[in-house]
């Protein structure tokens, strides 16, 4: 008997107390019908690239070794400080590392059976999820294997453009998942990574009426999604909601890559001119 899929979507910045009735109703009665892990915690530096890298190894950044959103990247054959954003960045690091970019093996190389990351955020956090290129991958800037994202689009359309909210790209990575990842590809594993409320956070903090009414979207989209997988032909399924990390509204703050940059400049090596 086929065991039941795991389907985990992460809601990139979603901190736990945003999860109530008057924004989040769907989700609130989620984890009233299921379990709730109250007790965990981020890990630090709570960055995206850094906790992705956390959640496919399950260890702290010490022993997966990507410890920050920029990194001195000292294996390359010129080193400096590279963005964890540009996945052709960590390409370069990932060969100068002897081909393994993660210190420790991932859940999908350990899983070793159909899996599928759905990403809608970064290009590099993609590359992480899929160290070794042991998933099937879609990302609006990259894929895995060739043809990936040809079929998905024949399946569901362009994949849209980015956005402030971006919930037309977090529906659309639900959609696929339903419509085509799931019925069509039946894999062991699925992570649905959506860049919301993540980005909107980016550009205009954590509260508001704009804040307010992404919360409610994406919760909206995310039932839908649950609605649906009923008809998916899947049967059971484990469907875990997770965050990689939250924000908060701050008078002030210590600029690491901001740091990192400057070391760089002072021992007179390169150093990305952009990327967070």
């Known amino acids: ?10 809601c990139d910045g979603l901190r736990p ?20 892990f109250l007790s965990h915690r981020s890990v630090f530096p709570t960055s995206t690239r850094v906790c992705t890298a956390s959640l496919v190894t ?10 920050g959103n920029v990194v001195f990247a000292r294996a390359l054959a010129r080193p400096r400080a590279i963005s964890t954003r540009d996945h052709r960045a960590l390409i370069a690091w990932e060969r100068a590392l002897g081909g393994r970019l993660l210190g420790r093996r991932t859940f999908f190389q ?12 970064s290009p590099g956090s993609a590359y992480i999820w899929n160290a070794r290129k042991s998933a099937a991958l879609l990302n609006p800037a990259l894929h895995w294997p060739s043809g ?18 971006d919930l037309e790209r977090c529906a659309y990575m639900l959609d696929l998942a339903a419509d085509y990842v ?42 839908i999604f649950l609605d649906r997988l009923n008809g998916t032909g899947t049967g059971q399924a ?15 703050m210590v600029d690491l890559e901001g740091e990192i940059r400057a070391a760089a400049r002072c021992l007179n090596l390169d150093s990305p001119s952009s990327g967070n």
């Open 1 to 10: 008997m086929r065991q039941p899929a795991v389907i985990g979507i992460l």
């Open 17 to 36: 107390d945003f999860v109530r009735e008057a924004c989040m109703p769907r989700l609130t009665a989620l984890g009233g019908e299921g379990v709730r």
């Open 58 to 67: 399950g260890v702290y950044p010490r022993t997966h070794g990507l410890a």
């Open 110 to 121: 350990i899983l070793g059976e159909s899996c599928v990351i759905l990403n809608a955020v």
């Open 148 to 165: 990936f994202r040809a079929r998905a689009e024949s399946a569901c359309g362009a994949i849209p453009a980015a956005a402030s909210p």
């Open 182 to 223: 799931l019925p069509k590809m039946k894999p062991r594993a699925l992570i649905i990574h959506l860049s919301e409320p993540d980005s909107l956070q980016h550009a205009i903090g954590v509260d508001g009426p704009l804040h307010r009414k992404t919360l409610r979207g994406l919760d909206r989209l995310i039932g």
């Open 238 to 252: 484990n469907v875990l909601v997770m965050s990689d990390h939250g924000m908060s509204s701050v008078c002030g």
